[in-house]
């Protein structure tokens, strides 16, 4: 984690390390005019509402739950990108 921390220029300590990553795509993404879907907000209410764990213990990889969790916040906007790119021209 520190190797790519360092790649990345991201001086904090090692709490901080994925929000600071995730900000810094975010906002690379966004500069570029790519859509992004913040899934934090959703992560945490399905922890708070299944009080079960979304991420495997050993290294921080979604598990099968924390994917229903990101397909279920992907898909709709997903949907919403391809209906626009799929309608007729004005």
Do not use: K, Y
Not at 12 to 32: H, K, P, Q, S, T
Request: charged share 15%.
């Amino acid at each position: 984690m520190q190797r790519a921390a360092e790649m990345l220029g991201l001086l904090c300590d090692a709490a901080a390390f994925g929000g600071a990553v995730g900000e810094r795509i975010v906002g690379l993404l966004e500069r570029r005019g790519a859509p992004t879907v913040d899934l934090l907000p959703a992560l945490r209410a399905a922890f708070a509402a299944q009080g079960a764990p979304l991420f495997w213990a050993a290294d921080w990889h979604l598990n099968v739950a924390g994917h229903a969790v990101v397909a279920d916040t992907v898909v709709p906007v997903l949907g919403r990108i391809l209906a626009r790119e799929h309608s007729p021209m004005p």
